[in-house]
């Protein structure tokens, strides 16, 4: 996932999308989520807090001003998920530096992570 505008919350209280209450997720869901390989890309200047398409709804900005903190607390909410339920993790968080929201910007970053198990 690379500079979303908003993230699904593994949290029971908030409703989706942004996040999983109501949707009976098991905690074998939850662990099998969490084991998966997957990696949160943020360029660390996607901190426009009016950007042209970032969600500004009131439900969006509880998770952050902007791309880069939104990403930022995701992963982090899923290090604590993780360590709460003590379940394996296998999450990546890069920064990708002088990167605003661009496509092209995370593109190396993204290619290096898809392609380093070939």
């Known amino acids: ?5 908003f993230y699904t919350f593994l949290d029971p209280d908030i409703p989706y999308p942004f996040g999983i209450k109501n949707l009976n997720i098991s905690d074998e869901q939850l662990a099998a989520f969490l084991w998966k ?4 890309l943020l ?3 996607d901190t426009d807090p009016r950007h042209r398409s ?9 998770q952050g001003k902007h791309r880069f903190e939104r990403g930022t607390n995701f992963f982090f909410d899923l ?4 360590e709460s339920k003590q379940l394996p993790f296998r999450w990546r968080y890069e920064v990708v530096k002088g990167v605003e929201h661009s496509n092209q910007g995370m ?4 290619a290096s992570f898809l392609l380093e198990d070939l």
């Open 1 to 5: 996932m690379a500079n979303a505008g």
């Open 37 to 40: 390989k997957n990696a949160i």
């Open 43 to 45: 360029g660390d200047q």
């Open 54 to 62: 970032l969600n500004r709804t009131k439900q969006a900005k509880k």
């Open 79 to 82: 290090v604590r998920l993780g």
């Open 107 to 110: 593109t190396p970053a993204a």
